[in-house]
């Protein structure tokens, strides 16, 4: 007879083992179904390697995806530990390019050090009264977040998509037959860091930031204590209510951030295609990274190299896009599956046992 238990207690070297045993499996897998597609498994990957290390441009690329998908992570990791499901990144992210584009649009002459920063503060404003939303409702009436956050991600997309095509004061006069929002003039772009933009240094500025905040703070210990338990949060003297909505309106501002940074240095304008679904990406990098801001850093350069080398693969060997992200859900498959053998056991146990 076959049952599952709970695992015994795993060390720490244990547990890094069963977990890049996973990894190792999961490339190994790839590889077959590459095989069986009538692929060269090896020329695929050192095609992928070399479209995102090849040259310095290919590079940049991997950068440009990695930065907002980490710092989207970063929100969703705040939200999470707590067990307050904000699959709302996506729409967040939306309402930071949004309220960023606005701040560009109330002082368009403002000077590059001044507008900036309050395009950022207009960012985060946004992204985290759009994220209060579900946790005031959560808070007052006990509704879920993940269905409220949910369904707001196709609040903001619509909000945008209204502004490219039926809001005219923010409409290119200069964009032809085809609706588009204005573009940002030099002073509301973010400028460059050794030729990449500096979006890549916010970026790890807020892993460790928020590995100290999480790991080292008063406020991080709170956010774990509600996320083991409420009525042990309540017990310890924790405002639970009052962490739930600081830490809510932190989720929301981060993840409105990478949507300031990708409309500013990426995009230089407000689309309402410029996500590219990385808001629901960054979901899978948060659990995948075990809720640690400084695995979501690593995790999210995997997966946009994945992403880019996915793209190169399509001009460099014919082969569709999609195969990028075929490896990434094998990986993905593979690395949740070792969470189950991180916890639980398969038993065996002779019929009659009792135990």
Not at 28 to 41: K, Q
Request: glycine share 8%.
């Amino acid at each position: 007879m076959l049952r599952i238990a709970m695992q015994k207690s795993l060390s720490q070297k244990q547990k890094v083992l069963v977990r890049t045993a996973a990894v190792f499996s999961a490339i190994v897998c790839s590889m077959l179904v590459l095989v069986f597609m009538g692929l060269n498994p090896f020329k695929v990957y050192a095609n992928i390697f070399s479209g995102c290390f090849g040259t310095f441009y290919r590079f940049k690329q991997v950068v440009y995806k990695a930065v907002p998908l980490t710092i989207l992570s970063l929100g969703c990791c705040v939200a999470f530990k707590m067990k307050f499901w904000n699959i709302g990144a996506e729409g967040q992210f939306y309402m930071g390019a949004f309220a960023a584009t606005w701040a560009f649009m109330l002082f368009p002459n403002a000077p590059a050090v001044i507008l900036l920063p309050v395009m950022a503060i207009f960012a985060l404003i946004a992204g985290g009264i759009f994220a209060l939303i579900p946790a005031a409702l959560k808070i007052k009436w006990g509704t879920s977040e993940t269905l409220v956050t949910l369904m707001l991600n196709y609040v903001a997309q619509k909000w945008v998509s209204y502004l490219k095509y039926s809001y005219l004061p923010w409409r290119d006069p200069h964009g032809g037959g085809s609706p588009k929002i204005i573009n940002f003039s030099d002073n509301a772009v973010l400028p460059n860091l050794f030729g990449i933009h500096i979006g890549w240094l916010i970026a790890v500025f807020l892993v460790v930031a928020m590995y100290f905040l999480l790991k080292k703070t008063k406020f991080g210990y709170e956010v774990s204590v509600i996320g083991e338990s409420f009525d042990t949060a309540r017990y310890a003297g924790i405002n639970v209510s009052r962490t739930i909505v600081i830490a809510v309106v932190l989720s929301g501002g981060l993840c409105a951030l990478a949507g300031m940074i990708q409309a500013s240095a990426i995009e230089h304008s407000l689309t309402d295609n410029m996500s590219n679904g990385m808001g629901f990406t960054a979901v899978i990098t948060t659990w995948l990274s075990q809720l640690d801001p400084l695995i979501s850093l690593l995790v999210s350069f995997v997966f946009s190299v994945l992403l880019q080398g996915g793209s190169y693969l399509q001009t460099s060997m014919g082969v569709p896009a999609s195969m990028g992200t075929i490896i990434q859900t094998i990986i993905i498959f593979f690395v949740l599956g070792s969470e189950f053998f991180v916890r639980y056991r398969f038993v065996f146990e002779k019929k009659g046992s009792g135990k």
